[in-house]
């Protein structure tokens, strides 16, 4: 089970982005790799910065990518 009630669809995201890699969803966002993939595992939220600039770095709403999980 994840760590958080914050589900995400970046990897799906990524890869309807021509396989954008990890690393270049990171530079984009001005974050580390290791946060992209932390977040694609469902460790942790993102801060509310954080989830608009991945939308954007995909040109889409943050809820398009992030959601509520449901109990």
């Known amino acids: 089970m994840s760590a958080t009630p914050v589900g995400n669809d970046i990897r799906r995201w990524r890869f309807e982005r021509g396989e954008m890699t990890q690393q270049a969803l990171a530079d984009a966002c001005g974050v580390t790799r290791q946060t992209i993939i932390a977040l694609e ?3 942790y939220a993102p801060s509310l910065e954080l989830a608009f600039r991945i939308a954007r770095a995909f040109g889409v709403g943050v809820e398009e990518v992030f959601h ?3 109990a």
């Open 41 to 43: 595992a469902g460790r």
């Open 68 to 70: 509520w999980r449901h």
